[in-house]
């Protein structure tokens, strides 16, 4: 299979928002096959997931997307975000990705504007 991203400057932002994506999935499909009334299979079994999603949100909020793949990568995951939340506060690794997402964008669009006024 030919990677067509392999040369994107957010290809790691882009996989790690896919992955934690992914890991957010795996730990809703868990919960929903679970038959016991108190998720005890569940929670067994998604406790990884949770802390390899948090890891890579950690890593992905410490980055700024450089490319309109990387902005939109994050700006999906944000719905997930807090849908995972919805029912409690908002946790800190959410509003940190968030921050980190909205830095992303004023910088993305900051570049995108100095780039166009010094074009001929």
């Keep these: 299979m030919?990677?067509?991203n392999a040369n994107?400057?957010?290809?790691?932002?882009?996989?790690?928002?896919v992955e934690i994506?992914?890991?957010f999935g795996a730990n809703n499909g868990a919960f929903k096959v679970d038959p016991d009334e108190n998720n005890q299979?569940?929670?067994k079994v998604t406790d990884r997931h949770?802390?390899?999603?948090?890891?890579?949100?950690?890593?992905?909020s410490a980055q700024k997307a450089k490319t309109s793949l990387g902005v939109l990568a994050q700006?999906?995951?944000i719905p997930m975000l807090l849908d995972e939340d919805e029912g409690c506060s908002v946790n800190e690794d959410t509003i940190a990705f968030?921050?980190?997402f909205v830095d992303s964008v004023r910088s993305f669009i900051e570049t995108q504007n100095t780039a166009s006024q010094k074009a001929p």
């Design 2 to 4: 030919i990677d067509r």
């Design 8 to 17: 994107n400057p957010d290809r790691e932002l882009v996989t790690q928002c």
């Design 21 to 23: 994506a992914g890991h």
């Design 41 to 43: 299979f569940a929670e």
């Design 50 to 60: 949770w802390k390899v999603a948090r890891r890579l949100m950690a890593q992905v």
């Design 75 to 77: 700006a999906r995951l």
């Design 98 to 100: 968030i921050r980190s």
